[in-house]
């Protein structure tokens, strides 16, 4: 293992699972980084790339289809309607943390996401078992809505609002479904927040006495 670069387990080929839910995972993907916000899907490529670290697509060749998008007018459009989804989404997280309900605009608009982009269920035979699966299997860029919409959907009912949150680092805007048995997660992830805050008190308290 020796001189294999150390990269902590929250980072997915360049993305951050460390949300526990998908719809959180889809809003950390414009983290606060060293220099400033940091657009970690500004394409299809990119994005491709997320479906397949999030775990939504399970292989490259799930992805071939779309790749004759990429670069496309159609392509861009979307995007552009994804990346406003997501601040709206981002929106409506920061006021449920606050206590507020989620908007009636908003849901509104995801209803409408997923009407029009249902998922697709299909029973899957895995050895002797069989199991009901979502099928994911994109032809065209406005397919990856389906996911989308249906983890935002599970995002706001059927997740404990008490249990979402974002990083208690002030600088950081990652939000995480907290999964302990306590529900005392207080940060995005400890190399990545927990220990920069604990050092900093640990400073500012040194320096008091
Ligand atoms: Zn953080």
Redesign the pocket.
């Known amino acids: 293992m020796a001189g294999k670069p150390q990269v902590p387990a929250e980072w997915v080929d360049g993305f951050l699972i460390l949300g526990n839910q998908l719809a959180l995972d889809f809003l950390n993907t414009q983290p606060a980084l060293e220099d400033g916000l940091q657009e970690l899907l500004p394409d299809l490529q990119a994005l491709e790339r997320w479906l397949l670290a999030a775990g939504i697509l399970s292989s490259t060749a799930a992805a071939t289809p779309l790749r004759r998008w990429r670069d496309s007018p159609r392509a861009e459009a979307f995007l552009r309607k994804l990346h406003a989804f997501r601040e709206a989404l981002r929106r409506e997280v920061i006021r449920q943390e606050r206590g507020l309900p989620i908007s009636e605009s908003f849901l509104e608009e995801l209803n409408q996401l997923l009407e029009q982009h249902p998922s697709r269920m299909a029973v899957q035979r895995h050895a002797k078992q069989l199991s009901l699966n979502v099928v994911f299997e994109p032809r065209e860029p406005e397919d990856i809505w389906a996911p989308i919409a249906a983890a935002a959907a599970d995002l706001l009912s059927g997740v404990p609002k008490d249990r979402v949150r974002k990083?208690e680092?002030e600088s950081?805007v990652?939000h995480f479904y907290d999964t302990s048995k306590k529900g005392s997660r207080r940060?995005?992830?400890m190399s990545?927040?927990g220990n920069k805050v604990k050092v900093a008190a640990y400073q500012k308290r040194n320096r008091g006495t």
Do not use: G, K, N, V
Request: net charge neutral; aromatic share 12%.
């Open positions: 990083c680092s950081c990652l940060w995005c992830s990545l927040c």
